[in-house]
């Protein structure tokens, strides 16, 4: 089970897996089928984002915990909004907080990463359609999230999207571990057994509005914890079996 990661060459970005203390080049097309072919020259490469999806779609309200700590119903159905992909960094970029920015939070999510287009997809082929799992932090401004009613503004700015470190098939069905901390201390932890909405309904709902490309991002939705970012923070968001996702927060 190889973890996907995407790492800055002097040749440009490229697609590499590690497996123990090397980087090997991805020989043909991610999304089409590949080989994993040579080890790559560089050794501590500045890992990227895993991709660049053309969105990220993204699901609000899908814990039933972080309904109530935000006080709102729980959703009959799942609500879902776009984040840009001009908002996606990698880790170790700086999320930067807007110039007259509000209270602005972090939110830990397990992300779902799609492998081929998808349109009308039943739940119950959602794994085909999905190349596997990362870590989401969907930052938001909550001000303007709350002055604004809709998200498209309080989630869309840029850096307002981390994604990685990596890509790895896990199984959809089974229970997976999610956690934020905030310079060390941890802020979120549940797992998608607490989803309202689990993956594959997710997918299946989605998929019935909108064509999903490769590479392409759902986010499945934060548990209980939210809270505000400041400055020289240090945000880390994990998934089991993924990684960590870390990046620093800084002032305009």
């Given at each position: 089970?190889?973890?996907?990661?995407?790492?800055?060459?002097?040749?440009?970005?490229?697609?590499?897996?590690?497996?123990?203390?090397?980087?090997?080049?991805?020989?043909?097309?991610?999304?089409?089928?590949?080989?994993?072919g040579d080890p790559v020259a560089e050794t501590t490469p500045r890992v990227l984002a895993p991709v660049v999806p053309s969105k990220v779609v993204a699901v609000g309200l899908n814990y039933k915990d972080h309904a109530a700590e935000m006080n709102k119903p729980l959703p009959a159905e799942p609500l879902i909004?776009?984040?840009?992909?001009?908002?996606?960094?990698?880790?170790?970029a700086s999320i930067v907080l807007p110039t007259g920015a509000g209270r602005v939070d972090y939110e830990a999510e397990v992300g779902v990463v799609i492998s081929r287009p998808a349109r009308h997809v039943?739940?119950?082929?959602?794994?085909?359609?999905?190349?596997?799992?990362?870590?989401?932090n969907d930052v938001t401004d909550r001000d303007l999230q709350r002055r604004d009613v809709q998200y498209t503004r309080g989630k869309g700015f840029d850096t307002f999207c981390p994604i990685g470190p990596c890509i790895v098939p896990l199984d959809l069905d089974a229970p997976i571990g999610v956690r934020s901390t905030v310079n060390g201390d941890v802020r979120q932890d549940s797992s998608?057994?607490?989803?309202?909405?689990?993956?594959?309904?997710?997918?299946?709902?989605?998929?019935?509005?909108?064509?999903?490309?490769?590479?392409?991002v759902i986010s499945t939705g934060t548990p209980p914890g939210v809270g505000p970012l400041a400055a020289s923070d240090r945000i880390t968001v994990t998934v089991d079996g993924v990684g960590d996702l870390a990046n620093e927060v800084v002032s305009a």
């Open positions: 089970m190889d973890a996907i990661y995407r790492i800055e060459t002097p040749e440009g970005p490229r697609h590499v897996v590690r497996r123990e203390t090397a980087w090997h080049a991805i020989e043909g097309d991610l999304f089409g089928g590949y080989d994993v909004f776009l984040k840009p992909s001009t908002s996606v960094i990698g880790p170790g039943p739940a119950a082929r959602a794994h085909e359609f999905v190349l596997g799992l990362t870590c989401v998608t057994r607490e989803l309202i909405f689990p993956i594959r309904q997710v997918i299946e709902f989605i998929t019935a509005v909108m064509t999903l490309l490769p590479g392409d």
